[in-house]
């Protein structure tokens, strides 16, 4: 069974800098693409960013617009780990955050490497971390 374990979540003000970390339990699960999704109060969830690697391609990532600029995505795969670095947040980024992982099969669009980003193409799925961001 894998597991996928959030952390890092808090309270920030506005301008404020979060750095989530999501990690996953199972050392011989291989997953593809990674993903962080968040789900507001009285929203539905939607895709925050999308981080894909392999030793051809190198890494891949991919943003909403609202946080394009703004947050960061990064991988360990020596810790099985991915990382949001969120930076100036805002009240709007107040949300449960999700880190997803996609077992495959790989994703490749015209040869060139690629990766999901909605969720029904995620398999696994944390429990989520909060963020406020409140002044």
């Known amino acids: 069974q894998v597991q996928l374990l959030e952390s890092g979540g808090g309270a920030v003000q506005p301008g404020g800098s979060l750095k989530l970390s999501c990690s996953f339990t199972k050392s011989t699960f291989r997953p593809y693409a990674m993903a962080w999704f968040r789900q507001a109060p009285r929203y539905g969830r939607e895709f925050v960013a999308a981080?894909?690697?392999?030793?051809?391609?190198?890494?891949?990532?991919r943003f909403s617009d609202s946080v394009k600029g703004r947050f960061t995505i990064s991988r360990d795969n020596a810790k099985q780990s991915i990382f949001l670095q969120m930076n100036a947040l805002k009240p709007e980024d107040t949300a449960i955050y999700f880190c997803?992982?996609?077992?495959?099969?790989?994703?490749?669009?015209?040869?060139?490497?690629?990766?999901?980003?909605?969720?029904?193409?995620?398999?696994?799925w944390g429990q989520g971390t909060q963020v406020t961001v409140s002044s």
């Open positions: 981080i894909n690697w392999d030793e051809y391609s190198g890494t891949v990532t």
């Open positions: 997803a992982a996609d077992r495959g099969p790989q994703l490749y669009i015209s040869s060139k490497l690629s990766l999901r980003y909605l969720i029904p193409e995620y398999d696994y």
